[in-house]
């Protein structure tokens, strides 16, 4: 077994190791943080600690012609005044008019731009200078491109192929092909590449950052899974990446910072084998460079003048290694660094400025002891945070402080992140409703101009924050919840291992309640049922009703059978399922697909899936979604799909089955989901071919989603209980953490 199988082999069960388990939680036994503290050189700058911020962020927040807008400047701004040593954007692409799905249609760029125009440079001086102010330094990312990762609407809409390496398949959508740039292409982006380091460099940036992984253009070319040219220059896989950083030291002298990113190998053949041989799009990729070939490529790159690196794993088509999610290990690419680093020490690896290469670890590390035990251990010489500075950009001055329990962890969801960009929006958090929004969301919350007395009904995420910021203004608030403790959907969600993000911002949330009601005097009644009347007595100037929803109860004969459970219920009681062997869930969604995780990955369960619609988890961010499939199918979950329930019955479940062959494989994880608002033209129309089948079942599993808790709110209108009267959460509608904690946010400051 070599190092990427033997590292994919110990992910999936990587929860039933304690040890491991430990590290994904906040907590201080390593402070004070003295390695993450200390200060690092790369070329000839330094740094004052040793954080990153990773490239998460970019996308729809500069202007149409690209030039770094109030919005995109205060977003990264935020994160230098909360103590980030190093901040990096996201990707500024330098191949407008070469690789057509760089900007839109018109021409209009949803990237911010670097080449071509002065119109964009103030904009880059602003944010340098911004970031500055807070002693923080600034590497801009660049891109050749996104190549077979781009959208296939150029085809519709510009009618040009989208561009690869070679003739690759589009990420989204196979049947486009992606056309082969010729040598001329290439040596011009490479020119224009060279240019937008000496621009980025005349606008006091601090150093450019090269994006070669995730098998974006840069990295379709320097690997031989996407570059399979047989001729010209570019036949040699390393060419281009060296010729590019070779061009862009001529440009900006032997002292400016070069960082490239890169991943150790794709890991494509480790995490679909077989299916590498069998599957038509996968085909393609066979010949994946291995790690090997990528050290001896690093060691060249830092010849022609590459100065840091950061170093993960994955691509598009394993969308869940460069973009791990929730499922998977804080940590989880330590080794990877420590591989390379070791590497470097043992050839004696030097940049051109005679320096060692730094090399930063990326993958869940937004734990101060982890992060601080990587750097003291020799694993890494810095640590790259993305997702966890969304959540809270005052991570790096909380872990000075030693305020490690105030930290507002990341959950992981990668919903309101990832997910934004996929569908047309901006870098935004679940847990934290101020980012991209700091040009006009103050940090603090504006002293109330009238004293209100506010009842919250309900102590789920909308609530808790609605309530902590409604307080926190000045106002008397009192919390209701009529169970034993707070955090409403969030407490069976926290349960399964692989959910501990999720636990870790539950105690967030009690932390937050508990300081509310010491320093605002924020009442909480816990196991209170709250009535109208009660609303009523209490005289309150504004009710806010989070009262949530109820499981769904589907119409199915048999549905009230005793061994038929709700997934909320099962995950409150697991003893539920102790004496079940074959367990059957109804529903698809994240919550059926935890479900039969939790079952057959904590509990050796034999589990099936039931989904009526031909596609599982719809909505659900490509990462989370990927991996989540990728580790069922190594469980043994089964996972029928286009398939409806007929009936319960004792220990048998009557379903009615689309056995079409055109049927959707439903462990498919290498093409994505498209968003319902663009087309497929090319997709193959599903037949029906229906067929009634038996499933044995000890115990079956409802998880057909939730239904709005509405009563209170209409009774409350109907009696005009208070001047004010607001519903938020899934009482008003069913949605995610995300929708909740930013009604409550919005509410709490609007009161």
């Not at 490239?55 to 103590?83: C, L, T, W």
């Not at 590497?139 to 040009?160: A, D, N």
């Not at 092909?177 to 590449?193: F, M, N, S, V, Y």
């Amino acid at each position: 077994m070599n190092f990427i199988e033997d590292l994919l082999a110990r992910l999936p069960d990587w929860f039933q190791d304690e040890e491991q388990f430990k590290l994904a939680h906040l907590t201080h036994q390593l402070y004070p943080y003295t390695a993450l503290f200390t200060p690092i050189q790369i070329n000839q700058l330094t740094v004052k600690n040793r954080i990153v911020m990773g490239p998460m962020g970019n996308i729809s927040v500069a202007d149409e012609h690209g030039r770094p807008s109030s919005k995109m400047i205060q977003y990264f701004a935020e994160r230098a005044r909360g103590g980030v040593g190093l901040i990096t954007s996201g990707l500024v692409p330098f191949s407008q008019g070469i690789d057509p799905s760089v900007t839109e249609a018109d021409g209009r760029s949803y990237f911010p731009r670097i080449e071509g125009s002065r119109t964009v440079y103030a904009g880059w001086r602003d944010l340098a200078e911004s970031i500055h102010a807070y002693g923080a330094r600034f590497f801009i990312q660049l891109t050749p491109g996104l190549g077979r990762v781009g959208s296939p609407e150029v085809l519709m809409h510009k009618y040009k192929l989208p561009v690869s390496a070679s003739w690759n398949p589009n990420f989204y959508i196979p049947a486009v092909p992606c056309r082969p740039l010729t040598d001329a292409e290439c040596r011009k982006i490479i020119q224009r590449g060279g240019q937008a380091a000496a621009d980025a460099k005349a606008m006091q940036i601090d150093g450019v950052y090269l994006h070669g992984h995730e098998g974006y253009l840069l990295e379709q070319m320097t690997n031989r899974a996407f570059n399979r040219r047989k001729l010209g220059r570019y036949a040699d896989w390393q060419a281009f990446g060296i010729e590019l950083v070779e061009t862009m030291r001529r440009r900006v002298g032997p002292h400016y910072p070069i960082m490239y990113r890169i991943d150790l190998s794709l890991a494509l053949n480790a995490t679909y084998q077989g299916k590498m041989q069998t599957e038509p799009t996968l085909r393609h990729f066979r010949e994946e460079r291995s790690v090997e070939e990528t050290l001896a490529y690093m060691v060249n790159l830092v010849r022609a003048g590459v100065d840091c690196f950061d170093v993960d794993l994955g691509c598009y088509d394993n969308w869940w290694l460069p973009h791990p999610p929730n499922s998977m290990p804080s940590g989880c690419y330590l080794a990877v660094a420590q591989l390379v680093k070791n590497t470097f020490t043992a050839q004696h690896i030097q940049s051109n400025a005679g320096l060692p290469v730094p090399v930063v670890a990326v993958g869940k590390l937004g734990y101060p002891d982890l992060a601080e035990k990587a750097l003291r251990d020799g694993l890494c010489d810095m640590v790259m945070l993305a997702r966890p500075l969304l959540a809270d950009p005052d991570w790096a001055n909380k872990a000075f402080a030693g305020q490690v329990q105030s930290i507002r962890p990341c959950i992981g969801d990668q919903e309101a992140c990832i997910n934004e960009f996929i569908e047309g929006g901006h870098s935004q958090c679940a847990v934290n409703p101020r980012t991209g929004f700091e040009d006009i969301i103050d940090r603090d919350p504006c002293p109330a101009q009238q004293i209100k007395r506010v009842a919250v009904v309900g102590a789920g995420p909308a609530g808790v924050i609605c309530a902590t910021t409604a307080a926190a203004r000045g106002h008397q608030v009192t919390l209701y919840e009529k169970r034993s403790q707070i955090g409403g959907m969030l407490v069976p969600g926290s349960v399964p291992k692989i959910k501990y993000e999720v636990a870790n911002y539950l105690t967030f949330l009690k932390n937050e309640i508990q300081d509310s009601c010491e320093r605002h005097n924020l009442a909480l009644k816990l196991n209170t049922e709250v009535s109208l009347a009660m609303l009523q007595d209490g005289k309150f100037d504004a009710i806010v009703i989070c009262t949530g929803g109820t499981p769904a109860m589907p119409p199915i004969p048999g549905v009230d059978h005793p061994d038929v459970i709700q997934a909320v219920d099962l995950f409150l009681n697991p003893q539920l399922a102790e004496s079940a062997e074959k367990v059957v869930i109804i529903g698809g969604g994240a919550v059926g697909c935890e479900a039969a995780h939790y079952l057959a990955g904590e509990y050796n369960k034999q589990v099936t899936i039931i989904e009526m619609l031909p596609v599982l988890m719809k909505g659900v961010c490509t990462a989370n979604r990927g991996h989540l499939v990728h580790e069922m199918e190594k469980l043994g979950v089964k996972i029928w799909i286009h398939t409806r329930v007929k009936a319960i019955d004792a220990g048998r479940v009557t379903v009615e089955r689309n056995i079409s062959p055109t049927t959707p494989d439903p462990y498919n994880t290498w093409t994505p989901l498209l968003p319902d608002n663009i087309p497929n033209p090319l997709a193959r129309p599903i037949r029906e071919v229906w067929q009634t089948e038996f499933l044995d079942a000890d115990l079956v599993v409802l998880a057909a989603g939730l239904r709005r808790n509405t009563a209170l709110y209409e009774n409350c209108i109907q009696a005009n209980a208070a001047p004010e009267i607001h519903t938020i959460g899934d009482a008003f509608q069913i949605g995610r953490v995300f929708e909740a904690v930013k009604a409550g946010f919005a509410i709490g400051r609007s009161l």
